[in-house]
Structures are given as structure tokens and as C-alpha cells.
């Protein structure tokens, strides 16, 4: 079953535009997690951030967390080309022994 | 850096054959996983182990076994690969589970099954 959901399903953007993404989920979690997938290659972690933590930066990445709405967003500002990508969230339940449950994900596309 | 690598990246085989996905990871991780990942699906768990030769299984390990024989090596098999099998295969390890650590993956297997 799927706890994470990423909106919107796709995402155009201009370089040096802001990209903004959601995710929301149902239970309870220890933390969740944000990963960038390249076309046809695995993921790559982005971002950590514990129930009891609001808000986490990462160079040009921000990510904010409300576990009362439970739900996460990723910002990405000023965004590059090298951007482009999809975008997955990733919940860690509590209770929920060593399973991430992941999100069907965001496709990202900066444009020049 | 964390390097996990996945044998192939590519393989076709032919309904019924048993199918052997290889990944090992460098950094002494306890725990390994198998993901799938399919469009529209997300990525979806079929097996973890979080010591030598100890395996949980995941949401969709019906079709799956796995073996792991050493704390590097972590191995998905497909007893008798089936058309709705083929899909993108993941490995990913972690230093300490994921509630305190992130995962780290390889670049994927993209299984054909014909």
C-alpha cells in the first residue's frame, strides 16, 4: 500500500523558477525522507527530517514537515536544469519496524 | 561514498527460468533491501535482512526469495520468472535502519521477462 503521495504528478518549470512539491500520508511516522531519481538510475537521498522537526534546509533545499496535516513539501529554489528529475517522498511508520514506504513521485523538468 | 552495485542493468530472460539479481554494498551496512519499482506503482519492498542470514519479508514478496549469505552481498531470486515480473529491480543498504539512517541505492536492474 502506498502512505506517501507526492502532488502534483508533474511539474514544468523554468530555470531559475522555484519548484515546490507536496506529500501527504496516512499513519503515524518516525521520519520522512526525500530522494531524487535520474531517468533510469537508482535514487539518491536528499533530505531526513524527524516527526519532531518542522523545517530542514539543505543548500538550495528546504523541506517543511506538519505531522498535524501530516504532510511534507520540498522546495527547491532557484532552480537548474540539472534539477530535472523525479522526486519521491518516503515515510518511515512508527511501529513500522525497518519498511520505507515510498510515494509514486513528482516529475521534475527545468527548462533553459 | 556509500557504493551499492547492481550485476546488471539490463537482462531478458524467458518465462519459467529461475533469475539470480546480484547486489553487493562496500560500507559494512546491516541492512539490505529489494524495491521494484513500476510506473504509477512507486517503489514497493519485497524483501529486507538486517543481519547475515536473516530476511523479513516486505509488502509484495510472493514470487521472491532471497539470500544473504554475507553482510556485503545481498541476493533476489525469482524461483520461476513470469511475465508480470518484469520490471525495474532496486537495491538500496543503510548503516542502521531507517529509522535513524537514509537508504543508499544502486543504479537498478531492468528485468524483461518474456
Redesign the interface.
Known sequence: ??QGEEDPQALSIQEGENATMNCSYKTSI??L?W?RQNS??????LI?IRSNEREKHSGRLRVTLDTSKKSSSLLITASRAADTASY?C?T?PTGG?????????TQLKVEL | DVKVTQSSRYLVKRTGEKVFLECVQDMDHENMFWYRQDPGLGLRLIYFSYDVKMKEKGDIPEGYSVSREKKERFSLILESASTNQTSMYLCASSLSGVRNSPLHFGNGTRLTVT
Open positions: 500500500s502506498q518516525n521520519n525522507q530522494y533510469g538510475r537508482g535514487l539518491v537521498h531526513l519521491f518516503a518511515a519496524g525497518n519498511k520505507l514506504t515510498f510515494g509514486t513521485g
